[in-house]
Structure formats: C-alpha cells, structure tokens
C-alpha cells in the first residue's frame, strides 16, 4: 500500500499544528476544571528532596473560602503589580538581569502567573528552554483565565511547607483553622515562607520569617483590601 507524497507532507504540519493545540485546550480545561495533580507535586513524589513526608496534604479549596487577607499578603509578598500586569512583569525582568549583570544578588522576575504556570506545568531547573515555556503558558493563562482563577489556582497548590501543598493544608496544619478565618498576621506569616517552605517555617518561624511578616504586614497595609477586590 502506498502512501501519497501529498499525505507524508501533511503529518508534519498535523503534528505540530497538534502540539501548538495541546497547551491551549490544557490550559484551557483548567480554567474550568481543579486540576488533581501538577508538576510540582509529581516531582516532589518521584524525587523527595530532604525531610518530604511519606504522605502530602492538599485540600482544594474555592477563593471565596480563602481569606481576603489571605489573598492580599501573597500578592503584597510576591507581586503586587499581579492586579494591573498581563503576566509578564517586564519592568521587574529588566532590573533582574540588570542586577544579575552587573555581579549584583542572582534574583529572578516571576509573576504571581509565572509561578503558577511553572508549579502545574513545568520542571524547576533552570534554563532559557523552560523560561520560554514558562512565558509562553503564561500569556495563555492570561488570555483564557481571569486574574481570581490565577490567584486561585496558585494558592490551592504552592507549597508551604515540606509536602503541604496550599493554602488550606497549610492553614489547618499550622493554626488549625480553615483558611476563611486567616487573619492578617497569620496570612502574611504563611505569605513569609514562600520564597522556600524548606529552609522557612510558618510553624517555627526563626526572627528572618518575622521579619518578613512584619514586611508584609506592611506592604499589606499600605495597598490596602482595594487593591485586590476579586469577582470570579
């Protein structure tokens, strides 16, 4: 049987017209649909780093059930420009390499969007292929999502401790509550350990995470609840 010259011409365009297709329709499934595992978490599993549990904690929660103090201290804490940017923070990108160019602290730009399109999508090693990845499924984000369903999506999986994935899991581990009844100090304290749930504890918090929820706390204070005021 053989094969016209017009069909082999054609597979390759199907085949990447496919892979083109394919982050779009996943992308856009979980705007409507609680993704049940993501990267991060699988990875987590496969390759334990030190002090992982046997077993994680994760209980999905709505926004509306999430504390609005909660909501502001993690966009006070890691990108407050999160209201008003399309994903990509691109005055923040340019003062990073800036820094990062001149011998200053190596620090990276990532939005709010940018986080949670590497947590669900993504590997954590750094290269110039996943950050394109990375900014490419964050514009898709941004295109078929709202800003509530980010912030949303973002709280429900993150880490906040070793195998304690979002803000639920947290919040009962750590004050034993629900996150609904969060309160500002105890928000911007969860907020404090973001930058790495490994070496930072919301249940032991050395006099740096003060620190930070104090700055937070702050910074909080100062952008005020009309700052972030979602409608899903």
């Given at each position: 049987?053989?094969?016209?010259?017009?069909?082999?011409?054609?597979?390759?365009?199907?085949?990447?017209?496919?892979?083109?297709?394919?982050?779009?329709?996943?992308?856009?499934?979980?705007?409507?649909?609680?993704?049940?595992?993501?990267?991060?978490?699988?990875?987590?599993?496969?390759?334990?780093p030190q002090g992982y549990p046997e077993n994680s904690?994760?209980?999905?929660?709505?926004?509306?059930?999430?504390?609005?103090?909660?909501?502001?201290?993690?966009?006070?804490?890691?990108?407050?420009?999160?209201?008003?940017?399309?994903?990509?923070?691109?005055?923040?990108?340019?003062?990073?390499?800036?820094?990062?160019?001149?011998?200053?602290?190596?620090?990276?730009?990532?939005?709010?969007?940018?986080?949670?399109?590497?947590?669900?999508?993504?590997?954590?090693?750094?290269?110039?292929?996943?950050?394109?990845?990375?900014?490419?499924?964050?514009?898709?984000?941004?295109?078929?999502?709202?800003?509530?369903?980010?912030?949303?999506?973002?709280?429900?999986?993150?880490?906040?401790?070793?195998?304690?994935?979002?803000?639920?899991?947290?919040?009962?581990?750590?004050?034993?509550?629900?996150?609904?009844?969060?309160?500002?100090?105890?928000?911007?304290?969860?907020?404090?350990?973001?930058?790495?749930?490994?070496?930072?504890?919301?249940?032991?918090?050395?006099?740096?995470?003060?620190?930070?929820?104090?700055?937070?706390?702050?910074?909080?204070?100062?952008?005020?609840?009309?700052?972030?005021?979602?409608?899903?």
């Open positions: 049987m053989t094969v016209s010259r017009s069909l082999i011409r054609k597979w390759p365009i199907r085949v990447l017209l496919a892979l083109l297709l394919f982050p779009v329709l996943l992308v856009l499934a979980i705007r409507f649909i609680d993704p049940a595992v993501w990267m991060w978490q699988i990875q987590r599993s496969l390759n334990p904690q994760q209980i999905w929660v709505p926004l509306e059930q999430i504390s609005p103090a909660m909501q502001l201290a993690v966009i006070a804490s890691e990108d407050q420009k999160f209201p008003l940017h399309w994903g990509l923070d691109l005055e923040s990108i340019s003062d990073a390499l800036s820094d990062n160019e001149n011998g200053g602290r190596v620090r990276g730009a990532s939005t709010l969007t940018q986080q949670t399109a590497k947590n669900l999508f993504l590997w954590p090693a750094k290269s110039y292929l996943r950050k394109g990845l990375e900014a490419g499924l964050t514009v898709l984000m941004e295109t078929l999502w709202n800003k509530p369903r980010i912030l949303e999506v973002y709280l429900n999986i993150v880490e906040f401790g070793p195998g304690i994935y979002g803000v639920e899991a947290a919040s009962q581990a750590y004050f034993h509550k629900s996150a609904h009844h969060l309160s500002a100090t105890e928000a911007a304290r969860l907020a404090a350990v973001l930058p790495n749930p490994y070496r930072m504890s919301a249940a032991r918090p050395s006099h740096y995470v003060w620190q930070r929820t104090h700055w937070i706390t702050n910074q909080m204070r100062m952008l005020g609840p009309s700052h972030w005021n979602p409608v899903l």
